[in-house]
């Protein structure tokens, strides 16, 4: 008789026997499929290991870490500094972690660091205390010290990000380089001919992939490039509002801005409410993330966005995989982020029949940027 959870934490432990029982599979089935061997199907996998979580089953963990030398447990350390910018997906990504774990009968290790030094140290420390199999590498940089060190360590880790060097490297990634061609082609649609770019910290991966986006969108609607509709260096609204301003005080200002961050959108914003300006109307912006605080913008902000609980799951799978010996050339993925089309971005102010305005580039200005 299967057994639920409130029996199970009472003074009856399931164990693998009561799980072979109740699925009618032999007892080394079930363990081999808890443990995660290649050599069960992943229906059978998913099937156990959901009996497992309905049954209460738990292993015990000091037996099996000894017995298997697996700790049976994903690692992701964070960096909780002044300056980071997981808090808008957080919630919905590591959801998307565990429950991908869950299934698999591990658990998800989270630790936090103060800055990048930290982070570096803190994996370094759960690998020799053997408290994790793997990890997850979330916004990946351009020279990243957490790659190379588990490089060397020889322990399985996937991105969440591409990378320049791709030697061991295993990733989910979301093609931000299309969606800012898009939004580029979108306005262009409008009737934009004048449209700038705010880009990211040029220290993270995606920050260069973004910009080749917005070029290729310039490139595609035949517009020139004009250096001085570009900054970058914007991650958070304040930093959003400086280099939206520089562009807007520009003796030629963009009628359209594309944002690679919606935290930066939301500066921009700001910017353009300090300068008489409305959003939609005599500004069109459109970025890249899907956070809350788009939808709940005045006017809610056009955007990509990203499923996070979806990427994390995806992220916890391709650990798995990786853990288990896959071909890395079978790890490597990148989706598309989905348009959501909103009250941010529209034709751009007093437009006319006839020749597109304002197609000259800038004289040069101080950009003051990063």
């Known amino acids: 008789m299967a057994l639920s959870k409130g029996q199970s934490k009472g003074r009856y432990r399931v164990t693998i ?51 298997t030398g697996m700790a049976r447990a994903l690692g992701l350390v964070l960096n909780a ?24 009968g591990w658990s998800l290790s989270i630790a936090t660091a103060l800055d990048e030094q930290d982070e570096v140290a803190t994996i370094a420390r759960l690998v020799a205390e053997h408290k994790v199999d793997g990890f997850i590498l979330p916004r990946t940089r351009v020279s990243d010290p957490r790659i190379d060190l588990l490089r060397d360590l020889e322990v399985p880790f996937v991105l969440y990000g591409r990378t320049g060097d791709t030697e061991g490297c295993a990733w989910h990634d979301i093609s931000g380089e299309d969606a800012m061609r898009d939004a580029v082609l979108r306005l262009h649609g409008l ?48 930093q959003g509002m400086a280099r939206g301003g520089q562009l807007l005080d520009l003796p030629n200002p963009p009628t359209a801005i ?83 089309a909103r009250g941010s971005d529209g034709p751009p102010p007093n437009t006319e029949p006839g020749p597109a305005r304002n197609t000259g580039p800038t004289p040069p200005t101080q950009k003051g940027e990063t």
């Open 258 to 340: 594309v944002c690679a961050l919606d935290r930066a959108a939301l500066g921009v914003y700001r910017a353009a409410e300090a300068r008489g300006l409305r959003i939609g109307r005599d500004l069109s912006v459109i970025a890249y993330d899907g956070i809350p605080e788009a939808a709940t913008a005045t006017p809610p902000l056009t955007t990509f966005a990203v499923d996070t609980r979806a990427a994390g799951a995806r992220l916890a799978k391709l650990l798995f995989a990786r853990i288990r010996g896959a071909d890395l050339n079978h790890l490597r993925e990148v989706v598309p982020a989905h348009l959501i």
């Open 81 to 104: 500094g002044p300056d980071n910018t997981h808090k808008p997906f957080l919630t919905d990504f590591l959801d998307g972690i565990s429950r991908a774990a869950s299934e698999e």
């Open 191 to 238: 009737g934009h001919v004048r449209i700038g770019f705010v880009n990211g910290d040029s220290g993270f991966n995606y920050a260069p992939l973004r910009r080749d986006g917005y070029l290729a969108g310039l490139a595609e609607a035949g517009l020139p490039h004009d250096p001085d509709l570009v900054r970058s260096g914007a991650i958070t609204p304040q």
């Open 17 to 67: 026997n009561d799980l072979s029982r109740e699925l009618g599979l032999t007892k080394g089935t079930v363990s081999r499929a808890l443990n995660g061997y290649d050599d069960i199907s992943e229906s059978t996998r998913t099937r156990v290991a959901r009996a497992a979580e309905r049954m209460g089953y738990r292993p015990l963990a000091q037996a099996q870490a000894i017995r």
